[in-house]
């Protein structure tokens, strides 16, 4: 499993200088770089590479015996939301694969409300369990959730919604068993970008005006996920050269039928939409029912791209109706943050940050992505 520490100084020169696309004028001309040649081959190395990884951390993992009796409480901020319910499933089953018995895993759904989580980690504590994975509802609530659960001396892995950078910080200089899995999400919208800029800017820029007219659906602007994926993709086109014009950029909180609103309603607004940019797959497949109600074809008068590879979505960059996605490893991670309790729990410990990479997905590789999680 890679892992990648991130040194304090790195973190706080991340820290967020946030800015919504729309109104973000000043193109940067920067060079553009030679990433045209992501094909089948690099997938092939991606897939390949994380099936090593899973091998080799099978082979790590602690015999069966001493996990058998541990018991792992597990807080997913919404069970309503596709990407976790992927990610918690294959969590759950890679549990049992090393180890715990299913009836020592209890995994909660905090209904995206704060307090009801909070309480749910309370009644965790209170049972006493060895670890706890936790998929916070609000990110910014991290720091009265660390002091509780590290309060009560129980080790703690933070999934999927990165607390800030000083409150990771707090980990590494109390020394605390705390970390955080997952991928970083400048990632996923630089490779958003990237898709659109491979197509070549005259194939894109459909009307010929020297500029690319975009509309923007957003994730829970809670969300490091939405904020950086909504910051890179558009970076990515300036990046390249190009001249972007933001149309309108809209919170669709992760969800298909607030975005296939939004999108009706953007599209009717501004038929001279060129890229439609969503943050996930979710709010993709809600954009594209909006994209083919106004009479729009994607890849012919409209581009279109999300973030996850969900089937359904991979199946759309198959037929030629997404553009592209981007593969969120809820594989990699979910058995990452499963690894990292393990070794809370045998005592071996943890980095406090544990990365994974996305990979782009189009339609050269969409067929092998979409067989590698079957
Ligand atoms: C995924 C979204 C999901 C969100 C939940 C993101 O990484 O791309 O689909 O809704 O996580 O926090
Ligand atoms: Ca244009």
């Given at each position: ?72 409480g597990?807080c ?39 307090a009801t989580q909070t309480n749910q980690i309370q009644n965790f504590i209170t049972q ?17 959730i660390?002091?509780l659960v590290?309060?009560a ?222």
């Open positions: 499993m890679k892992k990648k520490l991130v040194s304090l100084l790195t973190v706080s020169a991340l820290t967020m200088a946030m800015l919504a696309g729309c109104g973000n004028a000043a193109a940067d001309t920067a060079t553009q770089t030679a990433e045209t040649a992501e094909t089948v081959a690099d997938t092939a190395t991606d897939v390949a590479e994380t099936a090593t990884e899973v091998a080799e951390t099978v082979a790590d993992a602690a015999p069966a015996g001493d996990l058998a009796d541990k018991k792992v597990v997913i901020y919404q069970f309503a939301d596709n990407f976790m319910t992927l990610f918690r499933n294959e969590l759950e089953s890679y549990l049992v694969s090393q180890g715990f018995s299913k009836d020592n895993i209890t995994i909660v759904d905090g209904a995206n409300d704060q006493g369990v060895d670890v706890l994975i936790i998929n916070p509802v609000n990110s910014s609530s991290a720091a009265t660390t002091d590290v309060g001396n129980i080790p703690l892995v933070y999934i999927n919604r990165e607390p800030d950078a000083d409150e990771e910080a707090r980990w590494s200089s109390n020394g605390w068993n705390v970390t955080y899995v997952g991928c970083d999400a400048r990632q996923s919208g630089t490779m958003q970008g990237e898709i659109i800029v491979d197509l070549g800017q005259e194939t894109v820029d459909l009307n010929g005006d020297g500029k690319i007219q975009y509309v923007m659906v957003e994730g829970d602007p809670e969300n490091v996920d939405a904020q950086y994926r909504t910051e890179f993709s558009v970076k990515a086109l300036e990046d390249a050269g190009w001249t972007v014009d933001c149309l309108d950029d809209q919170v669709g909180n992760w969800d298909q039928a607030t975005a296939q609103q939004l999108v009706a309603n953007m599209l009717s607004a501004h038929p001279e939409t060129e890229v439609v940019f969503c943050n996930n797959d979710a709010m993709a497949l809600g954009a594209l029912q909006s994209i083919e109600a106004a009479g729009r074809k994607v890849g012919e008068d409209i581009y279109l791209v999300g973030v996850d590879a969900l089937t359904e979505a991979l199946e759309d960059v198959i037929a030629g109706t997404m553009t592209g996605t981007v593969f969120n490893d809820h594989i990699a991670q979910s058995h990452g943050a499963a690894d990292a309790a393990i070794n809370y729990i045998t005592g071996a410990g943890n980095e406090y940050y544990i990365g994974c990479d996305y990979v782009k997905v189009t339609t050269d590789n969409a067929q092998s992505v979409l067989d590698s999680l079957k």
